[in-house]
């Protein structure tokens, strides 16, 4: 089964550490990546852009409409993510567990929707 790994965190945290914490923490995600990688669980993974890159789009009445960053001001924004075929929740709760953003912030999981035959 897929599932999606959301990664969130403050991105203010990576203006306030180090060169070298953020160094570490950038080792560690090419670490966690080859190892999922080799592990056979890895679809795809990307980083994103800081927030102020963001544009939202809304239609509404048949109109778009479009703001800069993104839809609502949270405490952790979302940073990136993975794509990883697991067994069970479990099992991808375990590969979730050991991403390095983990650490300092919040990873949700959640299963892809199976869409065939609709």
Not at 25 to 33: D, F, H, L, N, V
Not at 57 to 66: A, I
């Amino acid at each position: 089964m897929k599932y999606l790994c959301l990664i969130y965190e403050d991105e203010s945290n990576w203006t306030k550490r180090s060169q070298d914490e953020n160094g570490k923490i950038s080792s560690a995600y090419g670490t966690y990546t080859r190892d999922i990688q080799a592990s056979g669980h890895m679809l795809a993974g990307e980083a994103l852009q800081p927030t102020q890159t963001a544009s939202t789009v809304r239609l509404r009445n048949g109109k778009v409409s479009t703001t800069d960053g993104p839809f609502a001001e949270t405490k952790e924004q979302l940073g990136g993510f993975y794509l990883i075929e697991a067994k069970d929740l479990n099992d991808a709760i375990q590969v979730a567990s050991r991403i390095p953003g983990a650490a300092t912030g919040s990873i949700e999981v959640r299963p892809i929707m199976d869409t065939t035959g609709m």
